[in-house]
């Protein structure tokens, strides 16, 4: 069996926002030369997320109005008890507990086993700092 790691490095310049890694993902599974196998995205970072949906700007917007609605940033202890350590970040563990952790893509003949719409975003809820996505190839 063969298998490759690699680590994407992000650094989104807003409080939250999405990015595409789908062509990243990719370059990945090719240089891990597997042709049957499965890829794993996952954020490494309790405060980001790695999804799949459909790279469509006004669906972007909805998803950030959306979640802003569920877990409003507010950095005063009052709305989130995780904000009393310090932080001002507890709504970005709740989006990110929405929207998950990771995903895993098919591999088949060397390329990724999507659905017609489907791309692989990384999301970020609490940004203007660098963190990664571990992308793990395994397979045959």
Not at 81 to 95: F, L
Request: include cysteine; charge should be neutral.
């Amino acid at each position: 069996m063969r298998s490759l790691t690699e680590y994407l490095t992000f650094n989104v310049p807003t409080r939250m926002g999405f990015v595409n890694i789908t062509h990243q993902v990719k370059d990945v599974v090719q240089r891990s030369g597997v042709q049957e196998g499965l890829v794993l995205c996952n954020a490494m970072h309790i405060t980001a997320s790695v999804f799949i949906n459909d790279d469509e700007p006004g669906l972007h917007e909805d998803y950030k109005r959306w979640l802003e609605k569920l877990a409003p940033y507010d950095p005063s202890p009052a709305t989130y008890q995780h904000n009393r350590t310090g932080e001002d970040n507890g709504d970005a563990h709740h989006k990110r507990q929405i929207m998950g952790r990771e995903v895993v893509v098919a591999v088949t003949r060397g390329k990724l086993d999507f659905g017609p719409w489907e791309q692989i975003f990384y999301g970020e809820f609490d940004g203007r700092r660098t963190k990664r996505v571990l992308v793990k190839v395994i397979g045959e």
